[in-house]
């Protein structure tokens, strides 16, 4: 079983909606917690990033953790086709554990049509 | 504003040839790391340094190494490329040795036949 899991899609909305995107994790250590948003072809970049429980907001992107159920979700209002990528989530240990590096999901392709 | 640079862009290899990929920061991060992106398996660690002058197996090791040249340089090496390693490969940094925020270049291309 994977650290951390991850629904592939496609997710294809309507432009204007509300797209909720989750992950599910096993590793009661994580403590970091992340989106990243990738473009065909392009690197991975850095949307949101939240420590331990609660909601954090940006503009249109909202993302929420909760560890009591091992459960992240990033949410995105009033999508635009330009919001169409693939979106990982990632999560991380404290550093003094003695692991350095990410734990990512498979990602999940979003589609807005316009 | 260059961030993570990785060249080449893309390379094709045959079965047993050998190359280095190279990886360069500006932003002065201590930590650099290696992922392969296999479609349907997310972004696996390669081998990380967390510091410079030192390195890490990651996840997926076999049939690489790294050598982290200074702080700015990090390479990945295949040794005798095999088909199981097509992929694309990322170099990221991050500010601090708990890799809370990686920032990523763009990506190598690898196709070996």
């Known amino acids: 079983q994977k650290e951390v899991e991850q629904d592939p899609g496609p997710l294809s909305v309507p432009e204007g909606a509300i797209v909720s995107l989750n992950c599910t994790y096993s590793?009661?250590?994580?403590?970091?917690f992340m989106w990243y948003r990738q473009y065909s072809r392009k690197g991975p970049e850095l949307l949101m990033y939240?420590?331990?429980?609660g909601n954090k907001e940006d503009g249109r992107f909202t993302a929420q953790v909760d560890k009591s159920s091992k459960y992240i979700s990033l949410f995105i209002r009033d999508s635009q086709p330009s919001d169409s990528a693939t979106y990982l989530c990632?999560?991380?240990?404290?550093?003094?554990?003695?692991?350095?590096?990410?734990?990512f999901g498979s990602g999940t392709r979003l589609q807005v049509q316009p | 504003n260059a961030g993570v640079t990785q060249t080449p862009k893309f390379q094709v290899l045959k079965t047993g040839q050998s190359m280095t990929l190279q990886c360069a920061q500006d932003?002065?991060?201590?930590?650099m790391y290696w992922y392969r992106q296999d479609p349907g398996m997310g972004l696996r660690l390669i081998y990380y340094?967390?510091?410079?002058?030192?390195?890490d197996k990651g996840e997926v090791p076999n049939g690489y190494n790294v050598s982290r040249l200074n702080k700015r340089e990090f390479s990945l090496r295949l040794e005798s490329a095999a088909p199981s390693q097509t992929s694309v490969y990322f170099c990221?940094?991050?500010?601090?040795?708990?890799?809370?925020?990686?920032?990523f270049g763009q990506g190598t291309r690898l196709t070996v036949v």
């Open positions: 990221a940094s991050s500010p601090t040795r708990g890799n809370t925020e990686a920032f």
């Open positions: 932003m002065n991060h201590n930590s």
């Open positions: 990632a999560m991380s240990v404290p550093s003094d554990t003695g692991r350095r590096a990410l734990t």
């Open positions: 590793n009661s250590a994580f403590q970091y």
């Open positions: 939240t420590y331990s429980s």
């Open positions: 340094s967390a510091s410079e002058g030192t390195t």
